[in-house]
């Protein structure tokens, strides 16, 4: 028998858990077998966004959500709060997958996703602090400012003009982000930050208020045709869906499906205006910079920057546990980089340190699907970009199970099976050697201007 936490425990998971309002206290489990039109493992974003949608098409039908902790307590309560219309499959290698209109398709249907996001929250009274002030991404060396040459002019060959993404001068971007270093960037207005646990939770509100029945405490063991199998009872239903992102290694059979990989945050104290004086970030854009090993942050309603990057290591096996989510290096190492990004914080205390798994795919491309013969559904591999992508996720898996002819059913993503990853130890050593990789090739770039080798490497790993 597994013990749970209990309520204050769930405070501690991160910032935002600790922040949201109401209580954290988990609701029932399954208390036994149970008929229903539709079962669901995972309440994060995926499976909570699926229920919504599905209980607005057919507001009969009976659906079941089984969370094995709390809703909201995976990723979707942890993140950096970017509902940003980012995928994690480039305009590129989406045309090579499924061609030039698939993939602008794509890319217009996450930026209208990132409005329908606020759309819900908005209808739903979720005060989630929605600010869709945009995304600034700092170049600060040459080859960084490359980089953002060639992301605006991908951009612009497959049509997608300056008010989707613009290059910015130094000037523009130092007055959106007062960042150290800084030759240029790009800025995009297809993102929104938000208070990522307000969202989950509020969520998890809006589905009950619907008729949805969200299991807590409640771990699914197996998923099979017409059937999600816990500990405490078996729901049958004609489609079982699997939500279950970074932790879907634990379900039997579903080991080499995705990778969870770790991302890791710190957030400060509140900061002083004279310090918001020099840093900007007025109307709360995220900001990012173009190196390889991805670094995010938001500046919060209450003042403060919430920071995070990739850089803790892939587990062998796949394993998820709760002491991989606190890395005292990567801390650090993100408490320095925020520095030299921002030298006006001097010593300002960093309050916060969590994080969490990230799903990833074999070919890094996030899908959604279901198979009519079975009615086993999915939705999931969003590497770090699943704030949006998890709402169109859910309206399509809504679309998919109701029968509904869309145009979001016919997206490039739809079905789409990403390759099972090596066995272990491959793949560790694989996971691995491409974080590794992205981390050598910035330090190279930093060292020597130039793009490094190691960014070859990267590339391979990226499929991109
Ligand atoms: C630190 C961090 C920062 C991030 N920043 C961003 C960002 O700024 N923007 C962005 O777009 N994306 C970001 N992401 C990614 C984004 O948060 C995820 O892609 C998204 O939340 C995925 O939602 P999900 O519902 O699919 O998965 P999750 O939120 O992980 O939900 C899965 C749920 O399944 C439950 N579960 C697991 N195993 C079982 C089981 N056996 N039985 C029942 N339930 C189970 C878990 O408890 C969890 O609640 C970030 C992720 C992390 C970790």
New binding site residues.
Partial sequence: MVSMPAADEYRKLSFWHETVPGTLEPGDPLPGDLDADVAI???????LWTAYYLSHADPGLKIAV????I??????????????A?FPASLGKLERMSGRDAAIAMYRAMQATVDEVGRVAAAEGIDCHWAKGGTVQLARSATQMERARDEVAEARSFGFGEEDLRLLSAGEARGLAGASGVLGGTFTPHCAAIH?SRLARGLADAVRRRGVSLFER???LRLAPGRLVTGTGTVRARYVIR?????TP??RGEQRTLAPVY???IATAPLPEEAWAEIGLAGRPTFSDLRHLII?GQRTADGRLAF?GRGAPYHLGSAVRPSFDRVPAVFNALRRTLAELFPVLGDVKVTHGW?????VPRDWCASAGLEGSTGLGW??G?V???????NLAGRTLADLITGTDSEITRLPWVGHRSPRWEPEPLRWLGANAGLQAMSWADRAEARTGRPSRAAQVVGRFLGS
């Fill in positions: 493992a995972g309440a994060g974003y995926t499976g089984c969370e094995r902790d809703a909201g307590f995976g990723a979707s309560g942890r993140n950096g709060g970017w509902c940003s980012l990522p409640t771990p699914v939500a279950t992102e970074g932790y634990v379900l991302s890791l945050m995010y995070g994080g969490g798994p990230l799903g939705a999931g969003y770090g970009d699943g704030v949006a992508t998890t």
